[in-house]
DNA sequence: CGATATGTTGAATACGGTCAAAAAGTGTGG
DNA sequence: CCACACTTTTTGACCGTATTCAACATATCG
């Protein structure tokens, strides 16, 4: 389990901070909450400013279009960043728990006064950003340049690659709570479609996503597949 | 001209730093660099750490698939920061230029040690790297749920507000030096059908884009057609 | 058990892709 | 200034992946 500590002393700032110097769970005006699953946390166009940081459990963020559509920009995890924005302003997009969400919540003005003051949190906060731009650069490539095949097996191996970290993946299986819907939000597809896919990664015996349960079956073959090489993860 | 000291003290840090703190080129081991026209200034998977932040001119930032195809991930302009990441390693996407760049260089080292010593280096890089990934997210949005009419008039329209920022943009009218073909790679479409949306944008008075020449004809129209709103930009 | 969400399948359709060729623009050197 | 090569833009005909629409099956949950 990630705690908010963890997650300062994790990679790439590597522990430099001590426990003594932030404290457990007090740390500047942190409060650790806990949603049930299926709520919406914060909406599109709200004005707050609370910022979020994932310590278990499944959510998506998500921006919904005129038409109703939505785009899921990501499905944050355990140690990541939500809602930091460059300023103060309506937010852009939704976050919703899909699991049970422990979360740790501060404000942008307060981390901001924090980051001000002690620049390791400022590079770490830079870090997590940084590699959020990965994962969505990643997306954007699959989106834009892979077909569903592809498209769902690279998706599905990023998840694998992500929740290894956090010990909930182990030899290419792991619980999976998203929809074919959101699936199909998630990669810019149908729900038809999605499940036409799916159906074929299952055929070619490269992956399998059944009931909420995903194994991989051909790892080799399946990352050839999708293209998938998980540097930008790190 | 935006240099690199207006960017450090540019929103939302707003003028915190005071000349004197950073100096004016020659902070933080940081060289300034101009690129030739079309010259390929980092390369995927290179394991250089150099970091750039555009002072002027157009680039791409792309990311190349085993088939030969690319997707464009950004168009960094004047200000923005390129090739941060959370870890040392190989770099995921190349960087090119288009027009002219004039950068600044700094490395991932040195950079990193500036914001461990001064939160509000910190602080900006972080708010920087927050509004990159909302323009990603963004993209993401556009390639994922918008048709190519949207997508195309979105993009023009990022653009178009990008480039007022910095003084490139009046009146709906700006120069963009991008070809039909690289417009593709980064709406993720192909060069033939990109062709087709911009007849088709010129023909319904929407915007034009001839020769390298954009021109907003009815905004309120294109505004709604794109479903744009320039708050991400911020 | 009935209601609602999720998953599955088929048939018809459309949006954007592929292939191919020509026209227009750009740059270079003789 | 023109000839040549190359890139970029434009257009047409055809094709295919993914969408749409519709119906039904299967879970899930109060």
Redesign the interface.
Known sequence: MQTLLQFIRS??VGGVLSKADWGNNDFLGVAARVYKPHSVICRQDDDDDRIFIVKSGWALLY?G???G???I?DTPLGGDIVG????D??R??SLASITELAVYETSRKEL?EA?????????K??????????I??????N????NAMCRTAHFLLELDERLSKAGLSTHGRYECPLTQHELADI??LTTVHVNRTLRELRKADLVSFRAGHVEVINRKKLVNTA?F?G??L?
Chains 1, 2 share one sequence.
């Open positions: 990679q790439p921006r279009l005129p038409s559509e939505r785009q920009i930091f924005r460059s300023v302003g309506p852009f997009a901001v980051v001000l003051s002690e620049g390791r949190l400022g590079n906060i830079a870090c997590s950003l940084a590699r959020l731009n990965a969505l650069a990643e997306h954007l490539v989106v834009g340049r892979r990669l810019g293209g090489d540097e930008y790190k």
